[in-house]
């Protein structure tokens, strides 16, 4: 079946550092895949979107880039703020399917 | 706009009472999830409805109903509360199910079984 696995956080970063977070996927065929945030006291709300391989996804200073020879899908910021705080969820679409796969999260606190 | 909303915002629950949490949306949306969220397991789909008066089985749909009440309303019921389903339950919605992508989450239901 169709996963999502994400590195475990919590992930604790200065302002203006560098994040990174790595997400992986398993599936057949050729999914879509998404990165949602949730932050604190919301509900979750997509971010960034790639729909094949090689296309890269941008937000707010995010970036990911679908790759297929890797099955992966890392998100990165180059400068993070501490409004960058919260959870971070990677989640994939079969191209034939309706409903989205989530990996576990992934949270993120940057401090001043 | 609300988008979405969902009540109540926490809730206690001892074994075996029964609850419904309420889920609305005024985005005219046509279809709308359930899910629950539990550490380190991400989202998990409970219920989903693609259109008004239909509603389908999610991954873990044991131990709850659902109805899809009108466009705007769907309601998840639990029968006969357990401690395992102390969890976080969001409501979302999307214009359809080939949009699913873009998903539209409430704010979340925090609920704990004793």
């Known amino acids: 079946g169709n996963s999502v696995t994400q590195m475990e956080g919590p992930v604790t970063l200065s302002e203006e550092a560098f994040l990174t977070i790595n997400c992986t996927y398993t599936?057949?065929?050729?999914?879509?895949l998404f990165w949602y945030v949730q932050y604190p006291g919301e509900g979750l709300q997509l971010l960034l979107k790639?729909?094949?391989?090689?296309d890269k996804g941008s937000n707010k200073g995010f970036e990911a880039t679908y790759r297929k020879e890797t099955t992966s899908f890392h998100l990165e910021k180059g400068s993070v703020q501490v409004s960058d705080s919260a959870v971070y969820f990677c989640a994939l679409k079969k191209a034939a399917g309706n409903k989205l796969t989530f990996g576990g999260g992934t949270r993120v606190l940057v401090k001043p | 706009n609300a988008g979405v909303t969902q009540t109540p915002k926490f809730q206690v629950l001892k074994t075996g009472q029964s609850m419904t949490l309420q889920c609305a949306q005024d985005?005219?949306?046509?279809?709308m999830y359930w899910y629950r969220q539990d550490p380190g397991m991400g989202l998990r789909l409970i219920y989903y409805?693609?259109?008004?008066?239909?509603?389908d089985k999610g991954e873990v749909p044991n131990g709850y109903n659902v109805s899809r009440l009108n466009k705007r309303e769907f309601s998840l019921r639990l029968e006969s509360a357990a401690p395992s389903q102390t969890s976080v339950y969001f409501c979302?919605?999307?214009?359809?199910?080939?949009?699913?992508?873009?998903?539209?989450f409430g704010p979340g239901t925090r609920l704990t079984v004793t």
């Open positions: 790639a729909t094949k391989a090689d």
């Open positions: 979302a919605s999307s214009v359809g199910l080939a949009e699913s992508y873009e998903q539209y």
């Open positions: 409805s693609a259109s008004e008066g239909t509603t």
């Open positions: 985005m005219n949306h046509n279809s």
């Open positions: 599936a057949t065929g050729y999914p879509s």
